[in-house]
Each structure stands twice: as C-alpha cells, then as structure tokens.
C-alpha cells in the first residue's frame, strides 16, 4: 500500500461511525458501477424502445391527471383501511379513530 493510501486509511478509521459507514457505502457503489457511458447507452436504449412503443401505439398513454387521480384513490382506501382496522383492534381507548376521521374528512366507520 501506498504511504497516501496508508494514510488516508488511517484518517478514515478516525472517523464516526456514521461518516465511515457512509465512506465505505460510496467506495463499494462506485467500484460495483458500471462505466457511465454504459448506463448512458442503456438509458438511451431504454428510450427508444418506449418511444418505438408509444409511436406504433403498442402501448396506451394514460393522462397524467388520471393516473394521479387514481394514485390518490387507492392511498385513501389503504387509509380508511387502515384506520378501521387500528379502530378495530381495540388499541386506542376512547373515539380516537373517529376523531382521525373527522380531522381528515373521511366520514363516518365503513363496517
């Protein structure tokens, strides 16, 4: 080993645990990481194929609204779902799950 490899090894053991957690976590991503013109050519690739798609109507196109729309749905329901099931469980005394409910305007218990 080098004297500068030495002593930059020997510097980093001085570091908290944390920041030599995070020292060793960045050295093993970069030397496991493909060459930056690879994951280029791979993105790209990756793009033309999409476009190809879109272009011979292989693929339908969703408008962005909708798919929000549909996002937001389905994060309510696991929410209502959720709560009821925490309501259920009996864990909390009192009417704390419909005080939940109401602060988040979710109307009444579904069961």
Do not use: T, Y
Not at 39 to 63: F, H, N, Q, T, W
Not at 89 to 106: N, T
């Amino acid at each position: 080993m080098s004297p500068g490899a030495q002593k930059i090894l020997e510097e980093a053991l001085q570091l908290p645990p944390d920041e030599l957690d995070w020292l060793v976590e960045s050295l093993l991503i970069k030397e496991n990481s493909p060459p930056e013109a690879e994951i280029e050519a791979a993105r790209d690739s990756e793009i033309k194929c999409r476009l190809d798609e879109i272009d011979s109507g292989a693929v339908e196109m969703i408008p962005a609204e909708q798919v929000h729309a549909k996002m937001n749905a389905r994060k309510l329901e696991a929410l209502r779902a959720a709560i009821d099931e925490g309501d259920a469980s009996g864990v909390a005394d009192g009417d704390v799950f419909a005080q939940v409910r109401e602060a988040l305007h979710l109307g009444a218990n579904s069961d």
